[in-house]
């Protein structure tokens, strides 16, 4: 069965959670929710449960479970103050499930996802602040449709992209500043070329990310972005800011030497698969409101058996 967020919502929101009238879920029990919940998104979590070690597979699924949940909350539930008090109820859920780590005995956690990412944070050790960093993006996303300047952008990024690079480093035991610092780069960089793939998308929605200051240096007008024109002003835009995400990737990939073999691989294709995204932008010459640009089959698995020789040699 898909993924039908209306339906686990009512299953396991707060009219479910926040009672404490039902009996807590058991460890094994909520990790094979998590389990389901990667799985239902496959596409997404094919290349990395292919790679990762057996024995972190677990711990991703819960991380990726919570950042699920938190992405539906925002943008699966009509947006504006509904989404924003369930944001806001999901926050106190990962706050008193910290409180359980730090306490015996204190809350016992009755949301699967809470349940399984407890012992992801007791085995690790990992700090409360990337996760409600992420929720600080997913309101922001409710407030804030365009952005003035690229550091106003940059900013939402330090809160929406950033703190997964963080958590992943944490799941593999080598988080540090320095390796934080070009993670950041990384997630930055996938961040924008997801941004610049979608811009055509995102418009639906009613987000433009592609930075007013930019926009003007360029002659884009608001005019011609919102009548969806590839004006030769908007392929100039486009040119620029595929290049900066290209910028972004150089400098992170400064940080692959310096990961444990077993996540090396697991980010260079991450790095690979985000430029591949450029390129794809590259190749249709910048027009990203006929055709959204993708990165065919052939080169994901080209992408996935690069990883997979490099995992074996």
């Given amino acids: 069965m898909g993924w039908d967020f209306a339906r686990e919502l009512e299953t396991w929101g707060p009219s479910r959670t926040s009672g404490g009238h039902e009996p807590p879920v058991s460890l094994s029990d909520a990790r094979a ?10 596409e997404n979590f094919t290349v990395v449960s292919l790679l990762l070690p057996r024995r ?6 819960a991380v990726y479970a919570y950042c699920r949940w938190s992405d539906d909350l925002a ?9 924003l008090d369930l944001i806001g109820w999901w926050r106190e ?18 949301h699967p996802v809470m349940v399984a990412l407890r012992e992801t944070i007791r085995r690790f050790n990992i700090p409360p602040e990337p996760f409600l960093d992420l929720l600080v993006a997913f309101e922001q996303d409710q407030r804030v449709k365009r952005y003035d300047t690229f550091d106003q952008l940059l900013g939402y990024c330090r809160n929406s992209a950033n703190p997964v690079g963080r958590l992943v480093l944490y799941l593999f035991e080598c988080f540090d500043e320095e390796r934080a610092g070009l993670s950041d780069e990384v997630c930055i960089g996938l961040q924008i070329a997801n941004f610049w793939q979608d811009v055509s998308r995102d418009l639906d929605i009613g987000r433009v990310y592609l930075p007013a200051e930019d926009r003007q240096k360029y002659g884009c007008t608001d005019d011609d972005l919102d009548a969806r024109r590839c004006t030769p002003a908007f392929r100039s835009l486009m040119r620029f800011e595929v290049q900066r995400a290209r910028e972004y990737f150089a400098r992170g990939a ?17 790095i690979r698969g985000g430029e591949a995204i450029l390129s794809a932008i590259e190749r249709r010459d910048y027009d ?9 089959k052939l080169a994901k698995v080209k992408l996935l058996l690069g990883a997979v020789a490099k995992k074996f040699l």
Wanted: proline share 6%; glycine share 6%.
């Fill in 33 to 42: 929710y998590c389990a389901r919940v990667a799985k239902s998104h496959y």
């Fill in 56 to 61: 972190l597979i677990r711990h991703f699924h």
């Fill in 75 to 83: 943008d699966e539930t009509g947006g504006g103050q509904r989404a």
């Fill in 93 to 110: 859920q990962l706050r008193e499930c910290y409180s359980s780590v730090s306490r015996a005995g204190a809350f016992v956690p009755r």
């Fill in 254 to 270: 400064a940080l692959l030497p310096l990961l444990p073999r077993e996540a090396r691989v697991d980010v260079e294709l991450f």
């Fill in 288 to 296: 990203v409101w006929t055709q959204r640009p993708e990165v065919t």
